[in-house]
């Protein structure tokens, strides 16, 4: 038998997925996420509060919530733990987010606001 792809028991455990955050705010990139680029957020949604797995986008900083991973939540670090410990990381994606943000408000301000 030949695994596939690791199991969450795995520390060489990856899974891929498409930057597309809250809002439609992502990017499109397409990106290899391992248990390292992980953290937790705690939510209040209609179901009531859950814990979930995102991580953050490199190339725009936009945060994706990332599915499949529920046995393996508790194991996790918080955002202010991940953030802590990549301080590079976030540092980029201020900037690229930051980037994007202005490109946002300068195409607000040449074709005024519109919906998508
Ligand atoms: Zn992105």
Redesign the pocket.
């Given at each position: 038998m030949k695994i596939v792809r690791p199991g969450l028991n795995r520390p060489d455990w990856t899974t891929e997925v498409t930057?597309k955050?809250d809002w439609n705010s992502?990017?499109?990139?397409v990106l290899e996420v391992g248990l390292s680029d992980l953290y937790t957020q705690h939510k209040h949604d209609i179901g009531g509060a859950r814990t979930s797995a995102h991580c953050a986008?490199p190339?725009?900083?936009?945060r994706i919530e990332i599915h499949g991973v529920t046995a393996f939540v508790t194991t996790l670090p918080t955002c202010e733990e991940w953030e802590a410990a990549n301080p590079d990381l976030v540092a980029s994606m201020e900037k690229a987010g930051g980037e994007i943000r202005a490109m946002r408000e300068a195409a607000k301000a040449k074709y005024g606001e519109r919906e998508y």
């Open positions: 930057c955050g992502g990017c499109g990139a986008c190339a725009c900083g936009t």
